[in-house]
C-alpha cells in the first residue's frame, strides 16, 4: 500500500440532533467496502481517514456520496482532500493560529473556489467581532464569541444551490493531519 494515497473525508450535516444518523463503525465499513484501506473516523461528526490509490479527491467523493445514499436512504456532501491538499489548505490559514483558540478558529472546506462562495462580496467589518478571509478552496473565519450565534456563521453555512460545504474548528482540522501521517 506504499503507493496510496491518504486521504479526509468531511461529511456535512450527519449525526446532529439526532438527525441523518451515521454511525461512525458503520462508515468505517462503507469505506473498507468501498476498497479503502485503514479507515478511522474522530467524533461523529463524520470525519474520516483512510488510504487509496491516488485519484482525483472529487471522484472519491463522489462515490462516497452515491454509497451513504444507498446504505442510509439520504444524501450527504462529502468532500475528500489528500493528506497535501489538507496540509495546504491549514497552511493558508491567515489567522495567527497557535494563539487561538482552536475551538473558535473555523475552516470553511468547499467544493468550488472561496471567490464564488456569497462570502466573496461580503463587507467584513459588517460582521465585527467575527472575521473572515477566504482562502483558494476554503474560508477562514475566527469567532472570538464562538459560532452558535453568529450572523457570519449563518452566511457560511450556506453554500449555495448545488454546492458542498462544510466547516471543521482548527483543533478538528489539526487532528486529521496528525491521523493522516
Known sequence: MSEWTTYAALLRGINVGGH???????????????GHGDPRTYLQSGNAVFSAPPVPSERLAEALERAIAERFGFD????????PELRAAADRCPF?????????LVVLFLDAPAAEHAAAGLDPASYAPDEFRLGEREIF????????????????????RGHT?????????TRLLELMV
Do not use: H, I
Request: glycine residues 8%; positive net charge.
Open 141 to 160: 473565519a475566527y469567532f472570538p464569541d464562538g459560532m452558535g450565534r453568529s450572523r457570519l456563521g449563518q452566511v457560511l453555512s450556506a453554500p449555495g
Open 165 to 173: 460545504a462544510t466547516a471543521r474548528n482548527w483543533r478538528t482540522v
Open 76 to 83: 450527504v456532501g462529502c468532500l475528500v482532500l489528500s493528506r
Open 96 to 104: 495567527p493560529a497557535a494563539e487561538l483558540d482552536p475551538a473558535k
Open 20 to 34: 441523518r444518523k451515521v454511525p461512525m463503525a458503520e462508515l468505517r465499513a462503507l469505506l473498507t467496502e468501498l
